[in-house]
């Protein structure tokens, strides 16, 4: 089990459950130290003082906060202190919406709560919320307090848990006026071509249909270099051209993707022809070849790629 990140109770109305919150994923990003690069040895950060030239200890290090002028306002910790939110050890539920109703643009950080103990009270309760979350598909809105931070939570059934995401506050997404609409209205054959290609490449949400890919290639640089050969540098990839007849190509997109009609072959539904794929970037190829688990697709080159797809 994850090691928990908050400890507290779940309320609403006058129901309190005794629950721990744990993360929901797992950073599996690869890490690298600083390192000199003439002695191998790593390299440590200081803190110089750009008056005095002179290391400031960390115990004696400010906050200023930057005004449009560039005059700086200096902000105590006392300062902060004042601001800090009421400290609570509660998760407090104030209203329940749809969960269809919730843009996922709102979403922040995801983490699951858990009952704390065996206690059949609080067992009962727990699965209570859960089944009915999941029966009446809404979502709980709150706020609760982790460390300093204040911040607004959504919870909803998952996999028999609760789930608890972090949200964005409403200030922190853009509005859509303030983004620019992107090109004419396309024709109704257009849609309706596009609706048929979807269609067609439409499967069942598997996440581990889809592999970090430049993870995998960053692992084999490690391997490489751990046994002291050497890494070629990539080909440089030509950016595809954008597509001048958007129905010839949908069209050709759709009538590849049919039995028959993709390759000699034609035993995939997904095989696409050769004048598409080499217009593709050798990212998208990899993509792609991850969706029809070509064997060793991580070491191909772009060529091989489409010779493998095609």
Known sequence: MPRPLW??????GLVNVPVVL????????????????????????????????????????????????????IVTDEDLETVEPRKTRTVEVDSFVPLADVDPVFFDHPYVLLPIGDSEGTLRAYQL?????QSSERAALGRFVMRTKE??????????RLALTTLLWHDEVRDRSEIAPGGEKPSEALVEQTVNLIEAMGVE????????????????????????????????????????????????????MKPGGGGSDGASKRRSSRDE????????LQERAAKEDVSGRSKMTKDELVDALS
């Not at 911040?151 to 028999?160: D, F, K, Q, S």
């Not at 490489?224 to 950016?239: H, L, Q």
């Not at 954008?242 to 009538?255: S, V």
């Open 7 to 12: 400890t507290g109770s779940l309320s609403f």
């Open 22 to 73: 744990v993360t929901a994923t797992r950073d599996q990003a690869l890490r690298f130290r600083q390192l000199n690069e003439k002695t191998h040895r790593p390299v440590e950060v200081k803190r110089f003082c750009s008056a005095e030239d002179a290391e400031v200890p960390y115990e004696q290090v400010a906050h200023g906060y930057e005004l449009d002028d560039g005059n700086l306002v």
């Open 129 to 133: 919320l859960v089944e009915v979350m």
């Open 151 to 160: 911040y607004l939570v959504l919870l909803r059934a998952r996999g028999g």
């Open 205 to 256: 949400w598997d996440p581990t249909r889809y592999e970090d890919h430049y993870r995998e290639r960053l692992l084999a640089v490690i391997e490489s270099k751990r046994k002291g050969g050497t890494v070629k540098a990539p080909e440089v990839e030509k950016e595809p051209a954008p597509t001048p007849d958007l129905m010839a190509a949908l069209e050709a997109t759709l009538a590849g």
């Open 277 to 284: 794929l080499e217009g593709l970037t050798k990212q998208q």
